[in-house]
């Protein structure tokens, strides 16, 4: 397979991931967001690793959870010599080659055992009943007196073979750590080692990984703390989250652009997390380009509060058959996502009664969440967001009730993500529950839910003067207690600091359109998915406004700096986060100023993402400008990326406002990026003039279609 069909359609960290260098940046772990294409790129990885690195196919193991995950990888890869399969099948496979060394006379089979008659050996063998889990038989850890009273119902499985699928992952380990040359052996044959859902292992298979991988660096794991909602049945998200202290030499991968969701999802889901440490914290961006028209629309998250699940139960589905009118959608592209089963129960009565189909492949689906993961839906109904059902109902002691909450946030996660195109959170006030009619409170997870709507305009005039002097003394403040908050984070953690200038900065930019009350619309995020930000990325846009600063921060997403006039670091506060950020401030009274932009971006360390307004200075009626030839100029020299955008209404919002009390919308088109190194291959004498010219077009062209 050639290089160009691995890597055909990926994105520049799915790219970074799939090339990942073991030998130089040791073992890889991906963070990969919800609809990230997680496995797509873990199978472009083994297909790399045969056709590009010459690893014999036999050398490769990969371990996923599920043998349906497997079979639909190894369908994937193309090669049945991978050995691709989940945890249990690998152990069983291990102690059926070797199984003789660890004491089986008949070769192991999982079975399901009587657990009662397993609890009656403990109780015969001197042991408490429940002392003992059934699947902790084999685990270590134990005092050698309850090792001496298990040893003859561990007799019993090795005479008999009957085993559960626990004691094949504890009897590979022991295998692995007792007989050094079957170690060996089994390292030299897999020398590529692959593990999918990594947030999801459990410690014996999180020991089976390390014994498997040792002190090597061809580790590949995939995984999503953000998704970890296993706990229940033992999985360890500590796992993921220390694996930086497993392997310090480790390389860390966030695959952030979600090919499912529309971008009102994802902004709900991007606000769940908000709390978490830079390092480990994603921002899923909307990187599909489908043109239906339900995804077109990007409908909001909508919060149905009703007072009666009947009442609920209309208006679900006097919505599902107006949408299936309007989209042309089939009954199966409707999800009702539940908590706990016995939900599901009545949701199947309810809609079974009023002839809408279920259970079946032209129906409507009804899945709890856990159920639900790596499914999606057109249109999502996240059914009983109430206290008590979800979040479910929490027990235990302080560490225990912080865990849970924790995972019930996750699984909340889950739930929100399934949804490609609408996402309607249900609420009920009262209604059957538990054998009895209960009064309900809204779920503490509708605080994440952007109640940013149109109000309507107040009658009375407001001082635009004194709302203007607010604002400013907020952004001020913002950027002088960032400073304060900065201190620590130099001193102590200087690792972080990238991460966390970049994450204050995205703060900064939604803080700044809040306190100046305008909606920002923003279209086009896909054409954003596959630009190489390693490379010289040049933004554009056509300048409005002062507020067109922070519009492009939240547009875009990502960490940026601007060109702009060294008079602005005068301003209290802003000349110092400027730096920060790696703002180029130049004199415009001075000539020869271009040369002085392009000796500053050779002396950087990194590749310039810059953002500059051709047109010099601000427009004062709206109307774009002539462009000027610096930014493009700047492009072809350092063989850079134009991207264009299109900003409307951005005036609005501080100079051209009337009203303080009147939320603006405006919007900002991301439009398709232009590669100067592209043109040039094709035309080495294509000019910057050339450049400045297909740029401004689009924009022009693009504010035009706005305009009418």
């Not at 970074?16 to 609809?35: E, Y």
């Not at 009102?264 to 921002?283: E, G, M, S, T, W």
């Not at 607010?470 to 900065?486: H, R, T």
């Not at 972080?496 to 359109?513: F, Q, S, V």
Request: with cysteine; hydrophobic share 40%.
């Amino acid at each position: 397979m050639e290089l160009s069909q691995i890597l055909h359609n990926c994105n520049p960290a799915q790219k970074q991931a799939i090339l990942h260098d073991h030998s130089r940046g040791g073992p890889l772990l991906i963070l990969a967001g919800a609809g990230s294409g997680k496995t797509s790129v873990l199978t472009r990885r083994i297909q790399w690793l045969i056709t590009q690195n010459n690893v014999p196919p036999s050398c490769i193991l990969g371990l996923t959870f599920t043998a349906k995950a497997a079979h639909e990888m190894l369908e994937r890869v193309g090669n049945s010599l991978v050995k691709l399969c989940t945890f249990h099948s690998l152990a069983l496979a291990l102690l059926r080659e070797y199984g003789a060394l660890v004491g089986f006379v008949k070769p192991p089979s999982p079975t399901d055992l009587s657990l009662r008659h397993y609890e009656e050996a403990i109780v015969l063998a001197g042991l408490k009943a429940g002392s003992v889990p059934r699947d902790q038989l084999f685990a270590p850890e134990k005092s050698a007196k309850i090792c001496q009273a298990l040893l003859p119902i561990q007799r019993e499985c090795f005479e008999t073979g009957k085993v559960v699928f626990e004691d094949l992952i504890w009897l590979a380990i022991h295998l692995l750590q007792t007989h050094a040359e079957v170690l060996r052996t089994i390292r030299i044959r897999w020398t590529h080692i692959l593990v999918d859902e990594y947030q999801d292992i459990n410690p014996s298979q999180y020991l089976l990984i390390r014994q498997l991988s040792g002190e090597g660096p061809n580790l590949f794991v995939v995984g999503d703390d953000d998704q970890a909602i296993y706990g229940f049945r033992g999985a360890d998200i500590g796992n993921i989250l220390r694996f930086h202290k497993d392997y310090p030499a480790c390389t860390v991968v966030k695959l952030e652009w979600n090919y499912r969701s529309t971008a009102p999802i994802l902004d709900v889901a991007n606000r769940i997390f908000n709390d978490k440490p830079p390092l480990l914290r994603k921002r899923l961006r909307p990187g599909s380009s489908r043109k239906d028209e339900l995804f077109q629309a990007a409908l909001p998250v909508e919060i149905w509060q009703s007072p009666h699940p009947q009442d609920e139960l209309d208006r679900l589905c006097g919505t599902m058959e107006e949408m299936r009118s309007r989209y042309g959608l089939a009954h199966s592209g409707f999800a009702l996502l539940v908590r706990y089963n016995r939900q599901i129960e009545w949701y199947s009565a309810a809609l079974r009664a009023r002839g809408i189909p279920l259970g079946e492949p032209s129906g409507v689906h009804i899945e709890t969440i856990h159920g639900s993961k790596g499914l999606q839906y057109p249109v999502v109904f996240y059914c009983g967001l109430a206290k008590s059902i979800s979040p479910g109902l929490i027990k235990g002691n302080s560490a225990q009730k912080r865990a849970q909450e924790a995972e019930e946030k996750r699984l909340f996660y889950v739930g929100v993500t399934r949804a490609e195109a609408r996402l309607i959170l249900l609420f009920c006030t009262r209604r059957h529950w538990q054998g009895k009619l209960q009064n309900f409170e809204s779920s503490p997870f509708l605080q994440y839910i952007p109640t940013q709507t149109l109000p309507k305009t107040r009658r009375r005039f407001s001082v635009v003067l004194l709302f203007k002097i607010v604002v400013a003394l907020k952004l001020f403040a913002f950027m002088g207690w960032s400073m304060v908050q900065y201190i620590p984070v130099r001193l102590f953690r200087r690792k972080e600091i990238p991460a966390w200038i970049e994450r204050k900065l995205d703060t900064w930019a939604k803080y700044c359109l809040q306190v100046l009350k305008m909606q920002l619309t923003v279209k086009g995020q896909a054409n954003v998915a596959n630009i190489d930000w390693s490379r010289p990325v040049f933004v554009v846009a056509n300048h409005q406004s002062y507020t067109d600063i922070p519009t492009i921060l939240v547009s875009l997403e990502r960490l940026l700096g601007f060109i702009a006039k060294r008079e602005l670091a005068l301003i209290p506060f802003m000349g110092y986060w400027m730096i920060q950020i790696g703002c180029l401030l130049i004199n415009r009274s001075k000539s020869g100023v271009g040369n002085d932009v392009n000796d500053a971006i050779k002396k950087m360390k990194k590749a310039p993402n810059l953002v500059v307004f051709p047109e010099g200075t601000r427009s004062k009626n709206g109307q774009m400008q002539s462009f000027k030839s610096g930014a493009f100029r700047m492009a072809i020299d350092n063989r850079g990326i134009i991207l264009p955008l299109a900003i409307t209404g951005s005036r609005s919002g501080w100079e051209g406002r009337q009203d303080a009390n009147q939320i603006q919308p405006y919007s900002c088109d991301i439009l398709e990026p232009i590669d100067c190194e592209k043109l040039l291959l094709e035309n080495p004498k294509f000019s910057h003039k050339e450049l400045k010219d297909l740029a401004q077009n689009q924009i022009r062209t693009k504010l035009a279609e706005i305009r009418y």
